[in-house]
């Protein structure tokens, strides 16, 4: 049996698909912004202890895959993607996307879940693991 726990493939697709259901509510119920993605957004708004943490975690990826190439371990990449599904869940409990307290923090957290998205898409697909947009 496949688990949803546990650094597993299933864990950190779910950690994708989660997130891909965040952007297609945010598509559905709110108004098109040009502030809604990460290539638009003006900046990211960083208060909270679990947005600091996840983007700290996302700008280690440069320095992550360059230990993969040294060394060939593909493990350390599994290790980086399964640390930023676990930091990308305690961002999503801690701080509310589609129910932030201003437009300009949902613009930013939804930035902040459309890089995430990406860099776990990215690590998924060189670990010969296609992405699911819904499980």
Request: overall charge neutral.
């Amino acid at each position: 049996m496949l688990s949803l726990t546990g650094n597993t493939a299933p864990y950190m697709l779910y950690a994708y698909a989660r997130i891909r259901g965040i952007q297609r509510r945010a598509t559905e119920k709110l108004p098109a912004s040009p502030t809604a993605t990460a290539a638009h957004a003006p900046h990211f708004t960083l208060g909270a202890p679990a947005e600091l943490n996840l983007a700290r975690h996302l700008l280690r990826l440069g320095p992550t895959v360059a230990e993969v190439e040294r060394d060939l371990l593909p493990s350390k990449l599994c290790e980086y993607i399964f640390e930023l599904a676990g930091k990308f869940n305690q961002f999503y409990e801690a701080c509310p996307v589609l129910g932030a307290e201003t437009e300009e923090l949902r613009a930013s957290r939804l930035a902040l879940c459309e890089l995430t998205a990406a860099v776990l898409a990215l690590n998924l697909r060189l670990l010969g693991i296609e992405p699911l947009e819904r499980i």
